[in-house]
C-alpha cells in the first residue's frame, strides 16, 4: 500500500485470535516507541468488535503504562465488563513481549434522544486559506530533512496549523498554552463509524501536548524536554467522518511537577462539536 490512509485502516484491521482477544501489528519505524495514538486506536478497535457494532462508543479512558517497542505485534485482551439495557462496558489492557503497556476502558451508548446545548467554534480560518504542515516547514527552511520527509509521505492526516508556526525563543514571548489545527484523513476511509471513531482516537494523541509547550519552547526545533503521553481521555458526542476536515482546538489549564494536563475540542467545519479530550503528559528536561 502507498496510500497513507489505507495503512491507517490496515493498522486498524486487528486480527482475531480467540473471542475476546486481538492482535495488531506495529510498524517497524525509526521510533523509540510506538505512537500512542495507534495503541489507543487499535485498543478501541478491538473494544468495539467485541460488541454488537448498534452503540456508538460515548467515551473512552486509558493509561499508557509502558512504552510499546516498533515491529513487535501488541495483543489486545478484552473483558466484557458489562452488557446493559443501553450501555455496554468493555475494559482491554494491551500486551507486548508479556507486559502490560496500556489499558482503556470505553463505555457504548444505544443512540437516544434529547436536549442539545455547546459552546460556540471558535471563529478561526477555514483549512484552504492555510499552508499544509510539510508546506509551511519546507518554506521555512527551504527544505525538509529526509527524516519529515519520510515523516510526511507516510502521515495518514493532512495537518494544518491555524497559527504561523513559531521557530525561535522570541516568537513564543507572551505566547498563551493554546493551539488549533485542522485535519483530515488524506484519504477515504471506508463506511465503518468505528473505524473513523478509531482514526480520529489515533489523530487525537498526535499534538495535543503542543498546548502545553507553546509558552515553553517553540514547536519545531530542537526540544528541551522529554515528553510522554500519561492518559488519554475522549469523550464521542456525535456521528463524524475523519475523513473530512475537522478543527482540533487545544489548550493547557496548567503544567506542574512536571506534567502539563492539555484539553481539546474536535468541531467539524459547520461548528458542531464533535468530541471532547483531555491529557495528561509528563515533561523532563532532555538529559535531566
Keep these: 500500500m502507498t496510500n497513507p490512509a489505507e495503512r491507517l485502516v490496515d493498522l486498524l484491521d486487528l486480527e ?3 473471542e475476546n ?8 519505524e525509526r521510533l523509540q516507541r510506538v505512537f500512542g495514538g495507534q495503541v489507543a486506536g487499535q485498543a478501541l478497535v478491538a473494544a468495539g ?6 452503540r456508538p462508543v460515548h467515551s473512552l479512558h486509558a493509561y499508557f503504562l509502558r512504552p510499546g517497542r516498533p515491529g513487535v505485534p501488541i495483543v489486545y ?11 455496554t462496558t468493555r475494559r482491554v489492557v494491551a500486551v507486548q513481549q508479556g ?10 451508548h444505544l443512540p437516544e434522544s434529547g436536549f442539545e446545548h455547546q459552546m460556540p467554534m471558535p471563529e478561526v480560518p477555514a483549512p484552504d486559506e492555510l499552508p499544509r504542515l510539510a508546506d509551511e516547514i519546507r518554506g521555512h527552511l527551504g527544505t525538509l530533512p529526509e527524516s519529515l520527509e519520510r515523516m510526511a509521505r507516510r502521515q495518514p492526516f493532512d495537518i494544518r496549523y491555524v497559527e504561523r508556526l513559531r521557530w525561535t525563543p522570541q516568537e513564543i514571548e507572551g505566547a498563551e498554552p ?10 477515504p476511509l471506508g463506511d465503518d ?8 482516537t489515533y489523530a487525537s494523541d498526535m499534538m495535543l501536548l503542543d498546548a502545553v509547550r507553546v509558552p515553553v519552547e517553540p514547536l519545531w526545533g530542537p526540544r528541551g524536554f522529554d515528553m510522554a503521553s500519561l492518559d488519554h481521555a475522549m469523550w464521542f458526542h456525535r456521528p463524524f467522518r475523519a475523513d473530512q476536515w475537522f478543527l482540533y482546538q487545544q489548550e493547557s489549564p496548567i503544567a506542574t511537577g512536571a506534567r502539563g494536563l492539555a484539553r481539546g475540542q474536535i468541531f467539524s467545519r459547520d461548528g458542531r462539536l464533535l468530541v ?3 491529557q495528561e503528559g509528563l515533561f523532563r528536561k532532555t538529559g535531566g
Design 49 to 54: 468488535r467485541s460488541t454488537d457494532g448498534q
Design 276 to 278: 471532547s479530550v483531555m
Design 178 to 187: 493554546r493551539s488549533a489545527v485542522w485535519m483530515r484523513a488524506v484519504g
Design 21 to 28: 482477544i486481538f492482535r495488531g501489528h506495529s510498524p517497524d
Design 99 to 108: 507486559r502490560t503497556i496500556f489499558n482503556l476502558t470505553a463505555s457504548f
Design 193 to 200: 463509524p468505528l473505524v473513523h471513531t478509531c482514526a480520529l
Design 77 to 87: 485482551q478484552v473483558e466484557r465488563v458489562r452488557d446493559g439495557r443501553t450501555f
Design 16 to 18: 482475531r485470535i480467540e
